[in-house]
């Protein structure tokens, strides 16, 4: 499949989110969503793997690395775990519909779904779409505006005149993630079901995703199908359904990982997160062509004490964070992360290491403990004089029996610090409704119990 290397979106930004969020999910979740062509929104139920709801749990529960998120409105199924974030969206493609299970990603912007005749695919307990099955299936080809969407990329296997030769020759794309995984295959169109929770049945017509011949996911369960790209690409679920929706917007609230209850995730009209103790802050384009959600940080807050991002005290560099809910633990330059743990360690009066992680290149900092310990107050300060707090029971994990670890982690590999920016985890985004507005260009952030939301 060599001849498929032609388009390649291989953004910095995209490949270092996938690797942090790839593959290994412990949520499981079921979204349930209703968009109204009038311009209004509509929003998803998404169930934890653990939940007695969960569909998957008949099948492995094994790891996998990757995570994600109203009232009347169609229908989608994702997990995650404690070292992913990923989350699964059920949806329906093609005509007859089948039924795709897709890992939802921030960190990326383009859906698509193994498909036969598979040159190469990954195990999937739920089969393989066949577009020859499907009565609504469209190819497109080179000479279509939407190929560009997706950029172009011409490896030295691969002949530079492909298009140039037949434009009409099928539009291909490839993309590669930092761990290994990649997708190989043809740019398509198809019809996209979802179902409402009160059986409402909603019809998206020509949405355009990959189509994968050649698949590669390093660490796999059996459920992901695919990737469902949420990121701010012209390609993205959220940039597609904008018309249908009301704008490219959405929020999402996470539930906390011991609640047996739904999460949510809110698209369009009605996503917007306003009233008291809302944190707003600008989305900043760090490439013309940004496809990440980037905010700029200050510094952070212990107690009365501020860490500043940069150790000069000079204001950072704009887009210096990324919020990615797919990334599990929140993740700092090594020379921030090292100011931080002196401070910590100095207000937190227990025996304290910085564990490494080989699997993940990340090192935290931990502390031995019988009991759940009590840490000072911790702040997020955003550009703007946004501060927003962070409750205690999103800073700690217990990582093994009477060790906590900090919700915030240093990447590094082999002692050396590879992070150019920060992210902002999953973790620390439970019981948060999170609102991106790709309109208005900003970030918004609101404490609150996730799990009411379902009782409103």
């Given at each position: 499949m060599a001849n498929l290397y032609l388009l390649h979106k291989h953004n910095c930004m995209f490949v270092v989110i996938t690797l942090l969020l790839c593959h290994l999910v412990y949520y499981c979740v079921t979204a349930?969503?209703?968009?109204?062509?009038?311009?209004?929104?509509?929003?998803?139920?998404?169930?934890?793997?653990?939940?007695?709801?969960?569909?998957?749990?008949?099948?492995?529960?094994?790891?996998?690395?990757?995570?994600?998120?109203?009232?009347?409105?169609?229908?989608?199924?994702?997990?995650?775990?404690?070292?992913?974030?990923?989350?699964?969206?059920?949806f329906s493609m093609g005509s007859p519909p089948f039924d795709i299970y897709a890992m939802a990603d921030t960190g990326s912007h383009l859906l698509w779904t193994q498909c036969q005749k598979c040159k190469a695919c990954y195990k999937s307990n739920f089969g393989v779409f066949d577009p020859r099955r499907s009565s609504t299936y469209k190819n497109i080809n080179c000479r279509a505006k939407d190929c560009r969407l997706v950029g172009h990329y011409k490896p030295q296997d691969y002949s530079r005149n492909f298009c140039r030769e037949n434009d009409k020759r099928p539009c291909l794309y490839s993309f590669s993630y930092a761990d290994g995984a990649s997708t190989t295959g043809v740019l398509s169109k198809e019809t996209v079901t979802l179902t409402s929770n009160t059986g409402k049945i909603l019809t998206l017509k020509d949405i355009i995703f990959g189509c994968g011949y050649s698949n590669n996911e390093t660490i796999n369960t059996g459920n992901e199908m695919g990737v469902i790209g949420l990121g701010r690409g012209p390609l993205s679920f959220v940039s597609q359904i904008a018309p249908y929706v009301g704008g490219k917007r959405f929020s999402h609230c996470l539930v906390g990982e011991d609640v047996d209850d739904v999460s949510n995730i809110y698209f369009g009209k009605g996503s917007e997160v306003l009233g008291e103790g809302v944190v707003t802050?600008?989305?900043?384009?760090?490439?013309?062509?940004?496809?990440?959600?980037?905010?700029?940080?200050?510094?952070?807050?212990?107690?009365?004490?501020?860490?500043?991002?940069?150790?000069?005290?000079?204001?950072?560099?704009?887009?210096?964070?990324?919020?990615?809910?797919?990334?599990?633990?929140?993740?700092?330059?090594?020379?921030?992360?090292?100011?931080?743990?002196?401070?910590?360690?100095?207000?937190?009066?227990?025996?304290?290491?910085?564990?490494?992680?080989?699997?993940?290149?990340?090192?935290?900092?931990?502390?031995?403990?019988?009991?759940?310990?009590?840490?000072?107050?911790?702040?997020?300060?955003?550009?703007?004089?946004?501060?927003?707090?962070?409750?205690?029971?999103?800073?700690?994990?217990?990582?093994?029996?009477?060790?906590?670890?900090?919700?915030?982690?240093?990447?590094?590999?082999?002692?050396?610090?590879?992070?150019?920016?920060?992210?902002?985890?999953?973790?620390?985004?439970?019981?948060?409704?999170?609102?991106?507005?790709?309109?208005?260009?900003?970030?918004?952030?609101k404490p609150m119990n996730c799990a009411s939301l379902n009782y409103h």
């Open positions: 349930t969503t209703y968009i109204n062509h009038d311009n209004g929104g509509f929003n998803a139920h998404l169930i934890r793997k653990s939940s007695r709801n969960s569909p998957f749990d008949k099948h492995k529960k094994t790891k996998i690395y990757r995570r994600l998120i109203g009232s009347d409105t169609p229908g989608s199924l994702m997990r995650t775990d404690p070292n992913s974030g990923a989350h699964i969206m059920k802050t600008p989305l900043v384009d760090t490439d013309p062509e940004e496809v990440n959600y980037f905010v700029t940080v200050q510094g952070i807050s212990i107690e009365n004490d501020f860490v500043p991002y940069n150790s000069t005290g000079k204001f950072p560099k704009k887009g210096n964070f990324m919020v990615d809910s797919g990334t599990p633990v929140t993740r700092l330059p090594q020379e921030f992360f090292d100011r931080l743990v002196i401070q910590l360690k100095k207000m937190v009066k227990l025996q304290s290491f910085v564990k490494y992680y080989p699997t993940s290149s990340t090192s935290n900092l931990c502390f031995k403990s019988k009991t759940l310990p009590k840490l000072p107050t911790v702040a997020i300060h955003f550009e703007g004089g946004g501060k927003l707090q962070l409750a205690q029971d999103q800073l700690l994990y217990n990582d093994e029996p009477e060790v906590f670890c900090f919700g915030m982690a240093k990447h590094t590999v082999d002692g050396k610090d590879f992070s150019e920016f920060g992210i902002y985890g999953g973790d620390l985004q439970t019981n948060m409704l999170i609102g991106f507005d790709m309109d208005k260009k900003l970030v918004s952030f």
